[in-house]
């Protein structure tokens, strides 16, 4: 698996020679000062640790992040409607699918989405039972550590919000993307 940066002129050959390769291509167009470029940024990064393990050996699939000034020469990339735009390229080119247009029935354009449209265009499941399901890369992207004490295990998960300001979200309204997340995910209510 190759996960690139893509930060100055010289770096856009390496899409083209891949995309003419023949490779499975993924690539997240974002702009500078967009804000849902910068929520969706943070997503895309996790891909690279979530599949590291699954995808090593893979030399067919890459996953890009490019800044829009840069994709002026990329000629398989076809029409980019907005920012953040997440485009999936195979077969020479020939097929270009946007992540918006996909297949993935939950598009809230966080990591476990993205790894499910991976696999829907790869044919390759991360987990080899069965496909990973939303809670096991959940699972797996948040380090839980166990500690015995007593009859009891304690879960603790590390993190920068406080017990107190946690306990202050209300997730009847959640202000921004990271309260989402929490309620979505973090609070055990």
Partial sequence: MYVFHID?????????KMIKQGKHVFILIYMEGCGPCN?????????????KQQYASNDNLAV???NKDLIASIKSLGQIDGFPTMKYISQKGRKIENYEDSGVTKKDRSVDSFINWIELNTNSPVNKIKTASVRDVYKRLTKTKTKKHGKKALSKKGGAWSLKY???INCKRPRGFS???????????
């Fill in 8 to 16: 100055t002129s010289n770096d856009i050959d390496k899409i083209e």
């Fill in 39 to 51: 929520a969706t940024r943070p997503e895309w990064a996790k891909i690279e640790s979530a599949l």
């Fill in 64 to 66: 890009i992040d490019v």
């Fill in 166 to 168: 946690k306990r202050s």
């Fill in 179 to 189: 309260q989402k997340q929490y309620c979505k995910y973090g609070r055990k209510n």
